[in-house]
């Protein structure tokens, strides 16, 4: 976790840290298929101050965020589902490793030989510590405790003072493998062995393709413990009905909620602009920025939250805590790959720090205060038609929970 504290003083001003922001975005040369229709129809909302919208309003019962035995579905429900844990990049080369905690799992990420993603449970045959920490390049995992050895395909490859374990069957000794897959270049994983991750990113894969996450490296990261469901934590960033009051002093200047959505199986997407995406009205369509003019916000089923804009690329994943009302936010914040100098990590620094300082000062507090609302007699939550991906998370939640209980 890192914790460097940015301030634009330190980096010469505004116009210095965006300078490189804009260079790295136009070194980002796929295209994204999507974003000259996503602004048509931006402008078009913002033209008659309007937004895609839900057709009903949905009631469903607070303890959704309270109950202990909806919690428990929840984490039944997480664990037979895949999840995106990583951009493709954390793992560039052969031999590239990176560690993560997934819902408390701990989950060693490499790069094979084959150039295939593969993924462990990170976690020594001997007695359980973990052999990896942080990221880097290696051929061989070493635990720290004491010092049995792994290869690149989690093979017990040596240990010391092995004649100690005379009478044991080392031979089949191994880190546990994992489903993995890259698609979209991200990196999605399941928890079981049962677990297909085959397909996993539905219709969403090709329209995240023109990002390039397979570039994007970890740069920076926080993990945050809120007193709040994870549900709650998933939900303030899907809808922009509260920017102008819990925003009012940050985000509302810049941006509007004259938002669209789109729907991919489980998964789905959301973009809101910034205010000055008015100004391309005069400007020929063929002549638009090939980014979005604004943040694009994609929700992977369960709980993981891509943010792209600009200025930035973020990713959330939220899981449960250990008791209900409880969660944690790993937040990572991603730059191309490689870093080259220290204004590469300036600037990946300034775009997590902008992102998240909304979030952690604003919006996961408004959780945390929904938390206490939720487990003090409040009887349902309203999820308004202006908040339509807060219905279709909690819709699609619900009806993975529903087959998970059929399995
Ligand atoms: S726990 Fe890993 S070598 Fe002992
Ligand atoms: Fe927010």
Redesign the pocket.
């Known amino acids: 976790m890192s914790e460097q504290a940015f301030s634009f003083e330190t980096a010469g001003g505004i116009d210095d840290v965006l300078a490189p922001v804009r260079r790295a975005a136009e070194t980002v040369t796929t295209q994204l298929p999507f974003v000259t229709s996503m602004t048509r129809r931006v402008l078009g909302h913002v033209e008659r101050n309007s937004l895609d919208v839900a057709d009903d309003a949905l009631v469903a019962p607070a303890e959704v965020f309270t109950s202990a035995d909806r919690f428990a579905a929840d984490r039944q429900m997480m664990r037979r589902t895949p999840h995106v844990v990583a951009w493709g990049g954390e793992i560039a080369e052969p031999g590239d490793y990176t560690t993560k905690d997934v819902m408390g799992t701990p989950v060693l990420l490499l790069r094979g030989k084959d150039g295939a993603p593969k993924a462990f449970v990170n976690v020594?045959?001997?007695?359980?510590?973990q052999?990896a920490a942080g990221c880097g390049q290696a051929t061989r995992f070493t635990?720290?405790?004491?010092?049995?050895s792994y290869d690149l395909d989690g093979k017990l490859a040596s240990?010391p003072g092995r004649r100690m374990f005379d009478g044991v069957d080392l031979g089949g000794l191994r880190l546990r493998p994992l489903p993995a897959a890259e698609q979209a270049g991200l990196i999605v994983v399941g928890l079981d062995p049962s677990v297909s991750v085959a397909g996993f990113l539905d219709d969403a894969e090709e329209d995240l393709s023109g990002f390039g996450f397979d570039r994007y490296a970890h740069a920076v990261s926080r993990d945050v413990a809120l007193r709040a469901d994870w549900k709650l934590a998933v939900d303030v960033n899907f809808e922009g009905y509260h920017f102008p009051f819990l925003h009012k002093d940050t985000l509302a200047p810049i941006v509007s909620n004259n938002s669209v959505f789109d729907v991919f199986g489980r998964h789905c997407r959301w973009a809101f602009p910034f205010r000055n995406i008015d100004e391309l009205r005069d400007v020929p369509e063929q002549d638009w920025p090939e980014r979005f003019s604004g943040s694009v916000v994609y929700g992977i089923f369960p709980s993981c939250v891509l943010v792209e804009s600009p200025v930035s690329t973020l990713m959330l994943r939220v899981y449960p805590g250990d008791r209900p009302g409880t969660c944690v936010v790993h937040m990572v914040g991603g730059a191309l790959h490689p870093m080259n100098d220290d204004n590469d990590r300036l600037l990946a620094q300034a775009g997590f720090d902008g992102a998240t300082a909304v979030l952690c000062d604003e919006d996961f507090p408004a959780a945390e205060a929904c938390q206490r609302g939720a487990e003090n007699g409040l009887e349902n939550i309203i999820i308004g038609r202006s908040e339509p991906l807060v219905q279709h998370l909690h819709r699609g939640w619900d009806a993975a929970i529903a087959r998970t209980g059929e399995r």
């Open positions: 020594c045959a001997h007695r359980g510590a052999v635990c720290p405790y004491h010092a049995w240990l």
